[in-house]
């Protein structure tokens, strides 16, 4: 066990790094993915562990220890990239950082002594049962009949709870058999006068269901549309979506279009209020990318429209005397983004989406804000939160840019899916099936632990094979864009204008392009003789609409068989 043990005594003392250096015990256990070797000099230091690194980029040392059933493996030391808030501690005090399976925790230290991180201070704090070294007084048996008494008791408190929970579901599920209105919670307001009934609204069938949400397709006076329905228990939520569609200027092409708001339901569940939203048949950017594989001229269709509607959604603006305000999305993901008849993208489900403060919004315009960090924090699909979330370190002093920068983090990874899926950068012009991002090293359905280690500790992200940054017509460089996009450092990444600047300069190499001030671009990269490049297709102007069909189909990103996925809105 790694807490008590003075591997201090164990390192050369000849082993001394000059006084601006830090040197730090380097180790990592074989099943660590990935390795930080590169942030520092190795140095020999013996013939076994532990090494020693004196560090290139930082003055800060790091460890990551994992306690299981009392016993405290050591998983990686080493030095830090950069000096981050914790590291002027002299020692290594770990805190609890993840949960990578049951009974396990990873703790975590970084503090800016020289050989700081080779043994901790305590793990959990002093004191606690079953702590290694702990050195608090044992209980009696007296004292130990009264603790599993209170257990007990507490067992079966439990039990009752969930028996009251399990009966309240029940008794709801009976009632939405019956047809019967469910218990509807006090809004402040009767939600059913602020809604029209609209008779002519036809619901044809479920294309989603999840959370608290059904989504149909239906038709509404001859037009296709997509009617997300809400239960009168979810009003707040539906409120808070209507609020964000109907703000000022919120008409963009590459954001869903909202149509109306009304209450109903199809018979016989019981009446709720609705979304009406523009239907996209095609189907989310998820299905779509199952389906098809795309050119590089359609690639980049999809690929520049997605980074218009997200610049477009975090602009503040003022056109035609309307102010709108900046909206962080903090749901991106290939499932919320829609595929439009010309092939290009749509972004929708505003369900978790924020106003922003801004610099010029008006006094008299006061839209709600969060009144707490809890709610700032508040995201979306886990597979698709920025580093900053998962590690909770997310910059609440400047929150409006810091959950713009998050949006970044989770478009690139939609580039990385879109990209994945052309052809014209494998060099047998064959793209593997269509993976969501993570899925190759995570699987399906990853743990929020497992995204955290993975993204957060290791800073590993998706795969970029090396034929894309040897394609002829990359003058920006897709793996910089990319790189430049999930950087996990939140102030290094690029703006959605930025990155549609890049995105344009792809599109359309010979022509001159101006970058928005303070938006870096990247030249073209070494392309080794060996690399297969392909020519790009011209990007074809958008054809006329063809007719609308829809349809109930299913892929990688429904992980429930019983749901489908064509949409979600």
């Known amino acids: ?101 049951p009974g396990s925790t990873l703790f975590t230290c970084s503090c800016g002594t020289d050989f700081c991180n080779a043994n901790y201070s305590h793990l959990p704090p002093p004191g606690s049962p079953g702590t290694p070294g702990s050195q608090g007084p044992q209980a009696s048996p007296g004292e130990s009949i009264w603790m599993a008494l209170v257990l007990l008791g507490l067992f079966l408190l439990l039990l009752l709870l969930l028996g009251s929970i399990i009966s309240a579901l029940l008794q709801r599920k009976a009632c939405r058999v019956q047809g019967g209105p469910e218990p509807e919670p006090d809004t402040g307001r009767d939600w059913t006068e602020e809604l029209p009934e609209l008779p002519e609204l036809c619901f044809s069938q479920v294309i989603r269901e999840g959370g608290h949400t059904v989504v149909w397709a239906g038709r509404l006076r001859g037009e296709l549309v997509a009617i997300k329905a809400f239960p009168p228990r979810a009003v707040a939520q539906f409120r808070a979506e209507r609020a964000l569609y109907e ?80 909206i962080a999305h903090r749901d991106l ?53 920025a580093p900053e979330l998962l590690d909770k370190t997310l910059d609440l002093q400047d929150w409006g840019t810091a959950l713009r920068r998050a949006d970044i983090y989770s478009l690139a990874l939609l580039l990385w899916e879109i990209l994945s899926r052309c052809p014209d950068l494998r060099p047998d012009s064959r793209p593997p099936p269509f993976q969501l991002a993570y899925e190759a090293e995570l699987g399906s359905t990853p743990t929020t632990c497992e995204l955290w280690a993975l993204a957060v500790a290791e800073r590993r992200r998706p795969y970029i094979p090396s034929t894309w940054c040897c394609f002829v017509t ?96």
């Open 333 to 385: 993901s290939s499932q919320n983004v829609l595929i439009r008849e010309d092939g290009s993208c749509a972004i929708g489900d505003l369900g978790l989406a924020l106003v922003l403060p801004g610099l010029t919004q008006p006094s008299a315009w006061a839209p709600t804000q969060p009144q707490s960090p809890a709610a700032i924090m508040e995201a979306g699909t886990q597979r698709y939160m």
């Open 247 to 326: 703000l000022p200027g919120l008409q963009h092409d590459y954001i869903v279009r909202f149509i109306t708001a009304s209450r109903g339901g199809p018979s016989p569940l019981p009446s709720g209020p609705l979304l009406v939203l523009e239907l996209h048949p095609k189907g989310s950017l998820c299905h779509y990318l199952t389906q098809h594989t795309n050119d590089w001229g359609s690639s980049l269709r999809m690929a520049l429209s997605l980074a218009q509607g997200l610049a477009f959604l975090h602009e503040e603006r003022w056109q035609d005397g309307q102010y709108k305000p900046g």
């Open 1 to 101: 066990m790694l807490g008590s043990l003075g591997l201090w005594a164990l390192l050369p003392t000849a082993v001394q790094a000059p006084p601006n250096r830090r040197t730090c015990v380097f180790f990592e256990a074989p099943a660590v993915r990935g390795s930080t070797k590169t942030l520092g000099e190795l140095l020999d230091a013996g013939p076994g562990p532990p090494r020693v690194i004196r560090c290139l980029y930082s003055h800060c040392c790091f460890g990551i220890w994992n306690l299981t059933q009392d016993q405290a493996q050591v998983e990686m030391q080493g030095c830090r990239d950069s000096d981050e808030p914790g590291c002027e501690s002299l020692h290594c005090d770990p805190s609890p950082r993840a949960h990578p399976s």
């Open 474 to 569: 990359d003058p920006g460089g897709l793996r910089e864009l990319l790189e430049d996009c999930w950087d996990a450092d939140p102030e290094a990444r690029l703006t959605a204008e930025c990155v549609q600047q890049r995105l344009a300069a792809l599109a359309h190499p010979k022509e001159a392009h101006s970058f928005p001030e303070g938006c870096p671009h990247s030249h073209p990269p070494f392309c080794p003789e060996d690399c297969t490049s392909t020519p790009a297709p011209a990007i074809l102007p958008c054809g006329p609409l063809s007719t609308c069909h829809f349809s109930v189909q299913q892929g990688p990103c429904c992980r429930n068989p019983q749901l489908a996925c064509t949409l979600y809105v």
